[in-house]
C-alpha cells in the first residue's frame, strides 16, 4: 500500500514524475533493493578476479564449450524432466520461441526461469545491473556481448524447450518455471554466503547443485 514516506519495509517508485513510496514487507523491499547481497571488500574482490576469468574463458565465453553444452543439456533433461522432454525436438522448439519472442518465450522471461552461463557466480546484484546499464561500451564489451549471446543460444533454448514441454502439460506458469529450472542443473540457485563463496572457487556451487540434483 502507499504510504507517505520511507521505511525498511517501503520501496520507492516515481509515477508521472512524483516520487512515491510503497509499502511491500520488510523481505520484498530488502529483495529490491539488495540489502540482502553479501558486501563485496577490496580483499574480496581481488581473490574473486582469477576465478571469474577461469569460469568465464573454460564455460561462459568459451565457444568449444557451447556445443558440448548443449548436447549434456539435452541428455540431461530427457533423463530427469517430468514431463517427457525429447532430445533436441524440443531444444529447437525452444530455439524457435526464443528467436521469435513469442508468448511462451515471454511467460518463461517472466516466470524468474531465465538464468545463462553468466550467471554461473550467481543471480547478478541490483548495483551490477546499474552498472551494466550505465557503463561506456567499448570494443572489449562488445566482443564480450557477442560471446554472451553465443552462451545464450547453448544454454537457454533446452530451458525453455523444457518449460513448454511442462506448460503444455499442466497449464501452470510455476510448476514450468521449476521444471525449466530444475531439469538441468541450477546453476545460479545458492544463497548469500555461497554467491561469496563461489566467487572466489571456480565452479563450487555447480558441483553442490549437481550432486544434489543427483541425489534427489
Do not use: C, H
Not at 578476479?49 to 539435452?74: C, H, K, W, Y
Not at 525452444?94 to 511462451?104: A, E, F, I, K, Y
Request: charged content about 25%; cysteine-free; aromatic content about 10%.
Amino acid at each position: 500500500q502507499k504510504v507517505k514516506k520511507a521505511g525498511e519495509s517501503t520501496i520507492t517508485i516515481w509515477e508521472n514524475g512524483q516520487k512515491e513510496y510503497w509499502d511491500v514487507g520488510k523481505d520484498i523491499a530488502d529483495v529490491a533493493k539488495g540489502v540482502n547481497e553479501e558486501a563485496m571488500n577490496l580483499v574480496l574482490k581481488v581473490l574473486q578476479a582469477p576465478a571469474s576469468i577461469l569460469r568465464q574463458g573454460a564455460t561462459g565465453r568459451n565457444p568449444e564449450f557451447m556445443i558440448p553444452n548443449i548436447v549434456r543439456d539435452q541428455l540431461d533433461a530427457a533423463i530427469t524432466s517430468k514431463y517427457g522432454y525429447i532430445p533436441f525436438v524440443d531444444y529447437v522448439s525452444g530455439l524457435r520461441s526464443m528467436v521469435s519472442n513469442d508468448d511462451v518465450y515471454q511467460k518463461w522471461a517472466n516466470s524468474g526461469a531465465k538464468i545463462d552461463l553468466g550467471e554461473m557466480s550467481g543471480k547478478k546484484s541490483v548495483q551490477a545491473y546499474f552498472d551494466i546499464a550505465k557503463g561506456k561500451r567499448g570494443l572489449f564489451n562488445w566482443l564480450g556481448s557477442v560471446l554472451d549471446v553465443m552462451g545464450k543460444y547453448s544454454e537457454q533454448p533446452t530451458r525453455i524447450g523444457l518449460f513448454k514441454r511442462a506448460y503444455r502439460k499442466t497449464g501452470n506458469e510455476l510448476l514450468s518455471a521449476m521444471e525449466s529450472r530444475d531439469a538441468t542443473v541450477d546453476f545460479a540457485r545458492m544463497g548469500s554466503k555461497m554467491k561469496v563463496a563461489n566467487s572466489i572457487i571456480p565452479f563450487l556451487n555447480v558441483g553442490i547443485q549437481g550432486f544434489d540434483k543427483l541425489i534427489r
